[in-house]
């Protein structure tokens, strides 16, 4: 039995995780839980899997979901306090970090620092403060699976080969809804023309990151820390089908690649039983009902999200974790009706010009960095405080 924390469970990734935990009782057992503010289906994944403890968003939330329970309840925390609570669960051996944004750094480090196996969706981790996590990771031992599907496909393209033959990775990038769309378009683009992916189903922010290619740029960061490679040994190519997930090409010119229908299920379960491998629910691949494979250079004019995160993340330190701060604030913004489509690697690209990079020794100062970016992104959005 596999004791897992799951945080972030009413979110995208953490619903298909506990679809895959379902699939299998005997392997699974769910001891916490954590959501935001959807207590209506935390009550529900409450009353299926019996969590020993839940964790959301205020006390108010807390207080309300104490309401809804009847019979055994679990203990119900709320906050940061809550967050580290489930990810250090004392049962837990496994925590799958599946919150959105920065917001899931201190509970996943937590995690780590606690000696549990981390099953990370939560790219922001990697992206913000990635040397201090995989130096964590490194002393106290422990496992980081990645869930995201590139990271999951390279993850599995270097099973079995050394790390020193590896030449390139090359990510794949669905191209988001926009991929086809002249600029213009693209700057008039509604909030639903940006949350219509057309492969994968997910949480609004990544959503928006997939339709900007912020999203493939926080990849590459992740990439960079996860698998140790200078970022500029990291290729982006998009491919609209979403069937090749992620390639590792080597010295000798071989390329590996991971292939499967785009659904998370299978990433999740492989990180949840890696080596093992688990039934998901993930559709057989048929490759002869495809039309074909195709791949593009992605387009720096259209989409200059990508070209701001390799910008940050040669600038390396602080950056990327201002960038990223700069991200969240301008997608909020975006998803709020308050600016539109274009305005938002504007201001990114603003508030990475505001910001002198400096070395991130501590998680705090992660922090800091991470608040620096939100205010400045403020200020260049024209925003009250
Ligand atoms: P989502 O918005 O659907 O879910 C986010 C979850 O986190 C929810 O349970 C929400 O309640 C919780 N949450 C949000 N803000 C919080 C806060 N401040 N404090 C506590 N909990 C909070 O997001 P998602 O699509 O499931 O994505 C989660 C993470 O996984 C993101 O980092 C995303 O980049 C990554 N990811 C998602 C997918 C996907 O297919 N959805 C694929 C790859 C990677
Ligand atoms: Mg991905």
Avoid at 32 to 56: C, D, M, Y
């Amino acid at each position: 039995m596999k004791k897992i924390a799951i945080l972030g469970s009413t979110g995208s990734i953490g619903v298909s995780t506990l679809d895959v935990v379902d699939k299998h009782p005997e392997m699974f057992q769910v001891v916490a839980l954590t959501a935001g503010t959807n207590l209506e289906l935390l009550k529900t994944q409450i009353e299926k899997f019996s969590p020993v403890l839940v964790s959301v968003l205020t006390a108010e939330h807390a207080a309300q979901l104490d309401r809804m329970l009847s019979g055994k309840k679990p203990q119900i925390m709320h906050g940061v306090e809550g967050l580290i609570a489930a990810a250090t669960a004392p049962d837990a051996t496994m925590v799958v970090a599946a919150i959105v944004g920065a917001a899931g750094l201190v509970p996943t480090a937590a995690a780590i620092s606690a000696g549990k196996d981390v099953a990370l969706a939560n790219k922001e981790t990697l992206v913000t403060a990635g040397h201090l996590i995989m130096d964590l990771v490194q002393e106290k031992g422990v496992n980081l699976y990645p869930v995201d599907s590139e990271h999951c496909a390279v993850f599995q393209s270097l099973v079995g080969h050394r790390k020193e033959d590896v030449s390139r990775l090359i990510l794949t990038a669905s191209g988001g809804p926009f991929w086809s769309w002249s600029s213009e378009k693209v700057a008039g683009a509604t909030i639903n023309d940006a949350l219509n992916h057309p492969n994968w189903s997910m949480g609004k922010k990544i959503s928006i990151d997939s339709a900007t290619m912020m999203n493939k740029g926080l990849e590459v960061i992740e990439a960079r820390w996860l698998f140790d490679i200078p970022v500029d040994r990291i290729a982006v190519h998009i491919h609209p089908q979403s069937i090749i997930h992620s390639m590792v090409e080597y010295l000798d010119g071989s390329v590996m690649a991971q292939l499967g229908m785009p659904d998370m299920k299978g990433p999740i379960a492989y990180a949840l039983t890696y080596p093992a491998r688990i039934p998901a629910g993930v559709k057989p691949l048929d490759l002869t009902s495809l039309s074909g494979l195709t791949f593009h250079r992605p387009d720096p004019l259209r989409f200059p999200a990508l070209d701001l995160a390799y910008q940050a993340a040669r600038s390396g330190e602080s950056m990327p974790a201002v960038m990223n701060a700069a991200n969240e604030i301008a997608v909020e913004a975006f998803l709020s009706g308050r600016i539109g489509f274009a305005a938002i690697p504007v201001a990114i690209e603003k508030t990475m010009e505001l910001h002198e990079p400096h070395a991130l020794r501590t998680f705090e100062e992660v922090l800091e960095a991470d608040r620096f970016g939100r205010r400045t992104a403020r200020k260049v959005l024209k925003f009250e405080e």
